[in-house]
């Protein structure tokens, strides 16, 4: 089993910046591949950008270009840097952790993002 710890979620204003933490509760942390998702009132669960073992990343086009995905290994934490916030980016954010080889999955509990002014 593996707990995903998010932070990092509040209110800003349009422009503004947030940045997101996903910290795994076990070790083989390069052994997951990390993604974050987004869910707002009233919509599906949608991808927002996802990083491989091996650091390699991937961005929805709604938000290429404005937020980063990155991953450090010693700290078991994925990180989301999302700049140039819009208020449509609002939503709860979730961390998603697949362990490779296996079927496993695990999401955390999700952190709120508002933007409005």
């Known amino acids: 089993q593996v707990q995903l710890v998010e932070s990092g979620g509040g209110l800003v204003q349009p422009g503004g910046s947030l940045n997101l933490s996903c910290t795994a509760s076990?070790?083989?942390?390069?052994?997951?591949?990390m993604g974050w998702y987004r869910q707002a009132p009233g919509k599906q669960r949608e991808l927002v950008a996802t990083?491989?073992?091996?650091?390699?990343?991937d961005y929805s086009d709604s938000v290429k270009g404005r937020f980063t995905i990155s991953r450090d290994n010693a700290k078991n934490t994925v990180y989301l840097q999302m700049n140039s916030l819009k208020p449509e980016d609002t939503a709860v954010y979730y961390c998603?952790?697949?362990?490779?080889?296996?079927?496993?999955?695990?999401w955390g509990q999700g952190t709120q993002v508002t933007v409005s002014s």
């Open positions: 990083v491989t073992s091996g650091g390699t990343t």
């Open positions: 998603n952790a697949h362990i490779l080889y296996t079927t496993s999955t695990y």
């Open positions: 076990r070790s083989s942390f390069n052994n997951y591949a």
